[in-house]
């Protein structure tokens, strides 16, 4: 077998661009390893990619590949892979690049670690890509510290699901963002005060130490509400204008106080590990939400546009 089935697209567009097409079966590198592919999940990133909001960065040559993470089995090793063997299963991430969603990845060992044993891989990729951007969020750029006050927007969703569980875990005390019916499943994640953003005013909640944005809008609002000392963390932009809401948080680091910090994610097998260990030891828990074959990837691009997601949406391959 030389081909591969994977997730498409031709032009930038709604949803319906997407299709499931043919492309050969990636050939590894001697410092490479070949993924078979079980599942990958739904990213908010994927959504404006796709409808080319973000095409002066993903330019114009066609046919794309969806997908950023993936959970799956080696099947392959490069001549110089040393720790990794074919039928290891495995999680991992492409970082500043997609391509996933398809029945096979070739990555460099770095990138991926072994997936949590007590997790199936449908349950696994649910957890990946939203763990690994709450733990640099939380831990490395914001540092936050016990007893410390932190809101996360957006608390039922991919990130902000593991965003509340890692707030407790480093022994905050943690404030979330999420829709009216959401509420109850936050505070079951640990948090210990839930409200509905779209009745609570921002100035009815407090001061935070810590604010986590995962919605993109509305940031510089958010902002005002840190204290002295505060830190603000971005992990998407305003994704219906991405370069101005961009330019806004690199503003934020010479107007005003409370600088906003963003990043790009690219976790290695450290970050990944460690991610494994803490899913394993049940110090945070997958939130899946729904599970779509890969032949309906419109459908789950649709449903995560649609807004009121717990955890996940995820693709399933195999």
């Known amino acids: 077998m030389s081909e591969m089935r994977a997730a498409l697209f031709d032009r930038y567009g709604p949803p319906e661009v997407l299709y499931v097409g043919s492309m050969p079966i990636p050939s590894i590198q001697p410092d490479e390893v070949l993924v078979r592919v079980h599942a990958v999940s739904i990213n908010g990133g994927e959504l404006p990619g796709r409808a080319g909001k973000l095409r002066l960065v993903t330019g114009r040559t066609f046919p794309k590949v969806t997908g950023i993470d993936f959970a799956g089995e080696v099947t392959e090793t490069g001549s110089s892979v040393a720790g990794v063997r074919a039928g290891d299963r495995v999680w991992g991430l492409l970082g500043h690049k997609s391509g996933s969603m398809a029945e096979y990845v070739a990555v460099r060992p770095r990138q991926i670690a072994p997936a949590p044993e007590n997790l199936t891989l449908l349950q696994a990729i649910s957890l990946l890509a939203g763990g690994t951007t709450a733990v640099t969020a939380l831990r490395d750029k914001a540092a936050l510290k016990p007893g410390e006050r932190l809101l996360v927007r957006g608390a039922a969703g991919g990130v902000g699901s593991v965003a509340v569980q890692i707030g407790k875990l480093l022994g905050a005390h943690v404030t979330a963002l999420a829709g009216a019916k959401n509420l109850d499943f936050v505070h079951g994640l640990g948090a210990d005060e839930a409200f509905d953003y779209r009745t609570t ?5 407090g001061r935070f130490d810590v604010v986590v944005d995962t919605a993109g809008t509305q940031q510089h609002i958010y902002r ?22 961009l330019a806004r948080i690199l503003a934020s680091n010479v107007h005003g106080t409370g600088r906003i910090r963003a990043f790009s994610g690219n976790p290695d097998t450290t970050l990944l590990t460690e991610l494994t260990r803490h899913a394993e030891n049940g110090d945070i828990v997958h939130v899946l939400d729904t599970v779509y074959p890969l032949e309906k990837i419109a459908d789950a691009h649709r449903a995560l546009e649609a807004g009121g997601v717990r955890g996940k949406h995820v693709i399933q391959l195999v």
């Open 224 to 245: 005002r509400l840190l204290a002295p000392g505060g830190r603000m963390v971005a992990v998407t932009v305003d994704i219906s204008k991405p370069f101005t809401s």
């Open 201 to 205: 005013h921002p100035t009815q909640m």
